[in-house]
């Protein structure tokens, strides 16, 4: 069975940090990059980052850049997401989805995954 599930999501103060994980099981974790996406009420989902399994390129939108880094562990099947310098409008369902490449069009990369997993709320607020 396919899993994954993120987590580490919560409440944090702007200016705050968090570290999402993402867990994956039941497929060939190597052979997939995984993305974070986002959703906040309201809104059209949105892709935030990304890594390759191969060589750990990654990509983010715009908005992370300089504040979120993405690493992985393939010999843990772990994904991380390391978020400093939160702002209000970083709050969201923050999702962790498998696709076969990593591309700078995140968008692209969330329509087409293979496999999603369930979110955790990321809630920046003072």
């Known amino acids: 069975e396919v899993q994954l599930q993120a987590s580490g999501g919560g409440l944090v103060q702007p200016g705050g940090s968090l570290r999402l994980s993402c867990a994956a099981s039941?497929?060939?974790?190597?052979?997939?990059?995984i993305g974070w996406f986002r959703q906040a009420p309201g809104k059209e989902r949105e892709g935030v980052s990304c890594i390759s399994s191969t060589d750990g390129t990654t990509y983010y939108t715009n908005s992370v850049k300089g504040r979120f880094t993405m690493s992985s562990d393939n010999a843990k099947n772990m994904v991380y997401l390391q978020m400093n310098s939160l702002k209000p409008e970083d709050t969201a369902v923050y999702y962790c989805?498998?696709?076969?490449?990593?591309?700078?069009?995140?968008?692209?990369?969330?329509?087409?995954?293979?496999?999603w997993g369930r979110g955790t709320q990321v809630t920046v607020s003072s």
């Open positions: 039941g497929f060939t974790f190597g052979d997939y990059a």
């Open positions: 989805a498998a696709e076969t490449i990593c591309i700078p069009n995140l968008q692209a990369m969330g329509a087409h995954a293979d496999y």
